[in-house]
């Protein structure tokens, strides 16, 4: 889970293991009822649907939508995220965070869990 602390972020990677990676970036609304456990079934269900690839470079976008990642290049990737709203905002990834060596510019990270996609089964680990 991140705070926002701007408008314009960048999501860093470095090559990992797999040359992709899934995931869904939701921002957490506490005044409307919708806490962390909602946002993960929320989630579980958004990364079993068609994906939007998004090569480096291109925008990361929150809401209800799977993206995925195309982390084939050398050396670090860097992908725009943009947060139009002031508030928290978690980020469910297929693969851990670590993998990738992941860093957002500008937020403050919260806590950080994972999804991981197996064939017709999505499972928190």
Known sequence: ????????????????????MSLVLLRVDR??????????QH?????LTDAVDRQPGQVVLP???HQRLMLH????????????????YVLFT??????????????RLL???FLVRSPGVLSRT
């Open 1 to 20: 889970m991140y705070q926002r602390q701007g408008e314009m972020h960048v999501l860093e990677a470095a090559p990992g293991l797999h040359r992709s």
């Open 31 to 40: 005044d409307r009822g919708i806490f962390f456990k909602d946002l993960e």
């Open 43 to 47: 989630a579980s269900r958004l990364l």
């Open 63 to 65: 809401g209800a939508l």
């Open 73 to 88: 290049a050398e050396g670090l990737m860097r992908f725009p995220v943009l947060l139009p709203n002031a508030g928290r």
């Open 94 to 107: 297929q693969h851990p965070p670590a993998e990738f060596a992941i860093q957002i510019t500008g937020v």
């Open 111 to 113: 806590n950080q869990r």
